[in-house]
């Protein structure tokens, strides 16, 4: 899935991410919270990684497998050092009003990786599926 | 759905209702405008009603802590109740949940103003 860097793009994202997560067998909480990080994701790509230029996309892709549905959401921006953003829990930024998404994304998914693109960060979502034993 | 807002006044309480999904450019910026008008008719008590919030985002919670702080700044108390499990776990998650006075009704949110 492409889109262009409008955050008008962030809903359809954001529904075929819950239908996914459905089929994954999630449950309504765990898929929502899914969709809603995937959001997250998203909007920093347009805001922060490509900044609203109509010339750049966003590249979404999607893997369901056995173990694990996987999200992968890609800018075309200058880079983002992960490391570089402050925890949002510490005393001193409690109070900000941004900066909890990449927080959030780590807090609900199981593994959160950044990939440096040329140009780009493609962020990876990942949530391990839970398998019932019959 | 965006999110709708109303007023009212128990007492010297305001309790703002919210419902619908408080997210960027989703009720966000109606809440913080909300708020400011508030603080200049000389509301000091105010109390952020969260019953019929289904969503919020990393930017609903940063309108929430901007709220927070303009009421705090002005000399008055935010308090929220009612919250959804929802919003309930990601407040927990975020640590933001030992930052508001949280209550579960109204009796005790208004009853908690000094």
Do not use: W
């Amino acid at each position: 899935m492409t889109l262009d860097s409008e955050l008008s793009s962030v809903e359809t994202v954001e529904t075929r991410v819950e239908q996914l997560a459905h089929q994954a067998g999630f449950d309504e909480d765990t898929s929502s919270q899914i969709a809603m990080v995937t959001r997250e994701a998203v909007i920093n790509a347009i805001l922060h990684g490509n900044k609203r230029d109509p010339a750049k996309k966003v590249r979404i892709g999607f893997a369901l497998s056995d173990d694990a549905l996987s999200i992968t959401i890609a800018d075309e921006g200058l880079g983002l050092d992960p490391d570089s953003v402050p925890d949002p829990c510490a005393p001193e930024n409690i109070l900000r009003s941004s900066g909890r998404g990449i927080f959030l994304m780590r807090a609900i998914m199981d593994e959160v990786h950044f990939h440096q693109l040329s140009p780009g960060t493609e962020i990876e979502l990942i949530k391990h599926r839970i398998h019932k034993e019959s | 759905m965006s999110m709708t807002l109303t007023a009212r006044q128990v007492g010297d309480v305001t309790i703002l209702d919210l419902s619908g999904k408080i997210t960027l450019g989703e009720g966000g910026v109606t809440l913080r405008d909300e708020v400011r008008k508030l603080l200049a008719k000389g509301a000091k008590k105010i109390v952020l009603n969260l019953v019929g919030v289904s969503y919020i985002d990393s930017s609903g919670l940063g309108e929430l802590v901007s709220s927070y702080t303009a009421v705090k700044n002005a000399g008055g108390e935010l308090k929220l109740m009612n919250l959804t499990s929802k919003v309930r776990d990601l407040l927990v998650i975020t640590k933001l949940l030992t930052v508001f006075d949280v209550k579960d009704d109204e009796a005790a949110a208004v009853a908690a103003f000094a």
